[in-house]
């Protein structure tokens, strides 16, 4: 059974960084794609960042929402089934519960998420 456990949120002030990690299973992890979401107070969730399952013999590809590019880095570590998201330079609208997922939106149940909150 698909299982995500998102750790690592807190309480940051403007402009300091996090490290978010997911543990993955109950699939082959190294196989998909995966994404990170997250869900502002009061608004839909939305869409983060995307790693690619191969990773070309060099580096993975990725891919952000326009908002956090140059800010969040998104990486994964296979041996670990663990999805990683190092968020950087965060703003207060970075404020919100994030959540990982494999490619689709229904890959597999959502996780409790973790609570990130910036402010000074």
């Known amino acids: 059974q698909v299982h995500f456990a998102e750790s690592g949120g807190g309480l940051v002030q403007p402009g300091g960084s996090l490290r978010l990690s997911c543990r993955a299973s109950?699939?082959?992890?190294?196989?998909?794609?995966m994404k990170w979401y997250r869900q502002p107070p009061g608004k839909e969730r939305e869409w983060v960042a995307t790693i690619s399952s191969n990773d070309y013999g060099t580096r993975y590809a990725t891919d952000y929402t326009d908002s956090v590019r140059d800010r969040f880095i998104i990486d994964r570590d296979n041996d670990v089934n663990t999805l990683y998201l190092q968020m950087n330079n965060l703003k207060p609208e970075d404020s919100a519960v994030y959540y990982c997922?494999?490619?689709?939106?229904?890959?597999?149940?959502w996780g409790q998420g973790t609570q990130v909150t910036v402010s000074s």
């Open positions: 997922n494999g490619p689709t939106l229904t890959f597999g149940p």
């Open positions: 109950g699939f082959t992890f190294e196989n998909y794609r």
